[in-house]
């Protein structure tokens, strides 16, 4: 799992893991997953809304269970 606080789309975490798949695909057990923020146009001021764009502990062992379960 690939963890960002920036936005999941076109973004470094998402190139990271295309990189990590192609040189390690022959000893993955698993895809690589990228778990990053909600694609907005910026990040919200009301914190609220702040807290339900970024990643957290609760979204992270939601993907990780996810994953794990495959």
Known sequence: LVLTEE???NSFAEALAGRI?????S???LPVEVLG????PAVPLNMGL???MLPNAEKVAQKLEAL???
């Open 7 to 9: 936005q999941q789309t």
């Open 21 to 25: 798949s192609k040189a390690c695909f």
């Open 27 to 29: 000893w993955l057990d």
């Open 37 to 40: 923020a909600l694609d907005l």
């Open 50 to 52: 702040e807290a339900a």
């Open 68 to 70: 794990l379960a495959q």
